[in-house]
């Protein structure tokens, strides 16, 4: 039970990593928050994993790309923990398409969900979190944000801003007790990479030294190490999730 006694917040708590993120954190322990943009089908299957767990699931819903929206829910879904232990910025949306035919919209929609409302987030959760002197801040970010990626430049320049956001968090809340760190997910085998055609997926694969794609549990482990006390002297690093992919 590395979790148990803490309260998290998981924003993008309905499909994929961040579901599976839920997960892990209510079977070590502890009392989860999860942020999605509409009521899920994912609430019910939680909220009964996790009385089978002797805790708690509460889902919120908010517009993550309407900053105040945002902000509203998140200080209210704060008042009523109490205050979280652990906060894990793991919601992101693509709009994928070659730079020069991008559309602003498609630009901006994905800088607002994946980087801007991150730090409403994160400027609302440490604030607590730095006059109760304890926390563990946990940014998902991507191997796409280290070394790019044809036909995503929002989503590559949004994955890289969260780099650059870890690390000056972690050298602005580290002498107060708040730990802030990334994960760098590789090929993650979700919803969202089963789309992508066959050739593009060997390829990915081909290149990647462990030789398979890395699964939704791969990157909640990561996750529960960076929250649990196993990792009270590590901050502002960025841990790759990704099979050797980005070495």
């Known amino acids: 039970m590395l979790l148990e006694g803490k309260k998290a917040l998981v924003t993008g708590s309905s499909r ?10 209510l079977e070590e322990g502890a009392e989860v928050w999860g942020l999605c943009s509409k009521p899920s089908a994912a609430r019910e299957e939680l909220e009964s994993f996790a009385k089978e767990k002797n805790t708690t699931f509460h889902e919120i819903c908010a517009d993550a790309s309407n900053a ?5 829910t998140i200080k209210a879904a704060l008042k009523e923990a109490g205050g979280f232990d652990v906060l894990v910025n793991n919601a992101g949306i693509t709009r994928d398409g070659l730079s020069f035919r991008m559309s602003m919209e498609d630009w901006n929609s994905v800088i607002a969900v994946n980087l801007t409302a991150v730090f409403v987030v994160s400027q609302i959760v440490s604030s607590d979190m730095i006059r109760k002197r304890a926390g563990s801040i946990i940014n998902m970010t991507s191997i796409v944000g280290l070394h790019g990626q044809g036909g995503q430049v929002n989503y590559a320049a949004s994955k890289a801003g969260l780099v650059g956001m870890t690390k000056s968090l972690a050298k602005e809340c580290g002498g107060r007790g708040v730990r802030v760190n990334a994960i760098a997910p590789g090929f993650i085998d979700t919803d969202m990479t089963r789309a992508v055609n066959e050739d593009a997926r060997k390829t990915w694969l081909e290149g990647i030294p462990l030789k398979r794609a890395g699964t939704v549990a791969d990157v909640a482990n990561a996750a529960v190490f960076l929250a649990c006390d196993m990792s009270t002297y590590i901050t502002g690093q960025i841990l790759g999730v990704d099979g050797g992919m980005g070495a």
Do not use: H, Q, T
Not at 16 to 25: D, L, N, P, S, T
Not at 68 to 72: P, Q, V
């Open 16 to 25: 994929g990593i961040g579901r599976e993120i839920v997960r892990r954190f």
């Open 68 to 72: 105040e929206e945002l902000a509203l």
